[in-house]
């Protein structure tokens, strides 16, 4: 069976705690934090394994907080590929006010990894991939790392015949659709900032997708609508698949555990339009939870099979 492998150039170790309220100027008391791995293609490596899956995550990472991610993922059993930085992974912190029913976000810069670093980086990809296999582009870049990094990765993608699976922005995004890619999965926000629009209406975005698969090299594009679902895209399929409701708590992790179940069931040969069904209960099934805990199996399933009932085949 071809293998999944999953890069992260800006790991992050997300750390979760909960106040009675968020009150300014006083010292607050916050519960015991939980510690948890992240950063996009790390998110789709952990998710994978709530699947049931495997995978291999392949990650840029250094200092005491990368040994903590290290720690992290082995406590999950994920199998790991580290390139050594000299400076250290960043950390994240999300903030639950139990009394306000509001989660508070606080993201800290990546590292600066230097030119030897991501190089070094490259090769081991070379080393690591081999034919019909998945290498995932997750996540956004940090400083020190060109903007063309992820189409050098994809160059390395396309001579050893594997697959290729995108799902970055910024400065990332316009270079990597450069290359030949199995998947795409961008959000409405990142397609409408390649034709530098803000947002896309309904009739803008079938022409925006039909202009994108016509000249770019793309088998499969999913594009995330949040809530909504996901329209899925490819040369002769033209598809919206809705989301169900649910009671949302979280959305951390959504689209990475959208991209996880996708890329299980093309691993396991099943068609685009059951990978996105899949993507999307998995997505919508990652919001149940508070913190970063992703999609659990038990959950994705249930909303699944309801989906199946409730869209056409």
Known sequence: MSRILTLTV??????????????????????EPIFYSGGGGINVSRAIKNLGGESTALYLSGGRTGNHLQELLSKDSIDQCIINLKDNTRENLS??????????????????????????????????????????????????????????????????????????????????????????????NELASLYNEQTLSTKSLEEATKKFMATHACEIMVISLGKRGALLVTSNLFQYIAAPIVDEKNTIGAGDSMLAGMLIKAQAGKNAKVMTEYGIACGAAATLKRGTKLCQLKDVELIFKWLRRNVKI
């Open 95 to 188: 903030v639950y006010d139990t009394n306000s029913d509001l989660q508070y976000r606080f993201g800290l810069p990546g590292p600066f990894v230097q030119k030897h670093e991501w190089q070094n980086s490259l090769e081991q990809i070379q080393g690591l991939l081999n034919e019909n296999d998945f290498l995932v582009a997750s996540g956004k870049l940090t400083a020190g790392i060109p903007d063309n990094y992820y189409k050098l990765v994809g160059d390395i993608v396309k001579r050893k015949k594997a697959k290729f699976v995108v799902d970055t922005k910024g400065r990332a995004l316009a270079p990597a659709i450069t290359s030949e890619m199995y998947l795409f999965k961008p959000n409405l």
């Open 10 to 31: 800006n790991p992050v170790v997300d750390k979760s705690t909960t106040i009675p309220s968020l009150i300014p100027n006083q010292k607050l008391n916050c519960t």
